[in-house]
T-cell receptor, first 116, second 112 residues
């Protein structure tokens, strides 16, 4: 199993450009998440999904959109990139057992995005 | 609102012990601990639930004081491999793993 994979690993954008980050997991997990990590700030939840076709806003959703058309994929879109979106982006997934969601999250390797 | 972690950083010699604390100003349903090595993804350590249930690695020790909204991670007989940044994630809604608010992290360095 590959676990959680992210594409691309690195990307440099100019202000105003758009891009999509792809997250894929092969563990048949119901839940998927997008986080951003900035120096000294820890992990902040951008959006999450509790199942195919459903998404919800997290702590810092402004400037991002997401889609989960297939259970194994979770896409994060930046429609008009800004320098404030320079960050490392992590995708994660977790499973549901017996109706609960208190399970570990499995993280992808991250995408380092720089917006000039 | 982010939980507060203390200390922000700590340096240990191999074999020494350390305690990392995580405090919230709001009531908590669960606390989740992760470790991240430099340039890598966070890795799960433990979940502590209200009522005393714990899920995680047997070699990791932690506590959760529901009344004080605090959790502590105990690292005993530290090894070089323990080095990294430790994050606590707090669940204030009862939603579980999918609405965690992470602290800013505690950087642990273990030296020979």
């Amino acid at each position: 199993n590959a676990g959680v994979t992210q594409t691309p690993k690195f990307r440099v954008l100019k202000t105003g450009q758009s891009m999509t980050l792809l997250c894929a997991q092969d563990m048949n997990h119901e839940y998927m998440y997008w986080y951003r990590q900035d120096p000294g700030m820890g992990l902040r939840l951008i959006h999450y999904s509790v199942g195919e076709g459903t998404t919800a806003k997290g702590e810092v959703p402004d400037g991002y959109n997401v889609s989960r058309l297939k259970k194994q994929n979770f896409l994060l879109g930046l429609e008009s990139a800004a320098p404030s979106q320079t960050s490392v982006y992590f995708c994660a997934s977790s499973y549901r057992t017996s109706g609960t969601s208190y399970n570990e999250q499995f993280f992808g390797p991250g995408t380092r995005l720089t917006v000039l | 609102q982010q939980p507060v972690q203390s200390p922000q950083a700590v340096i240990l010699r191999e074999g020494e012990d350390a305690v990392i604390n995580c405090s919230s100003s709001k009531a908590l349903y669960s606390v989740h601990w992760y470790r991240q090595k430099h340039g890598e993804a966070p890795v799960f350590l433990m979940i502590l639930l209200k009522g005393g249930e714990q899920k995680g690695h047997e070699k990791i020790s932690a506590s959760f004081n529901e009344k004080k909204q605090q959790s502590s991670l105990y690292l005993t007989a530290s090894q070089l491999s323990y080095s990294g940044t430790y994050f606590c994630g707090t669940d204030r809604s009862g939603a579980g793993s999918y609405q965690l608010t992470f602290g800013k992290g505690t950087k642990l360095s273990v030296i020979p």
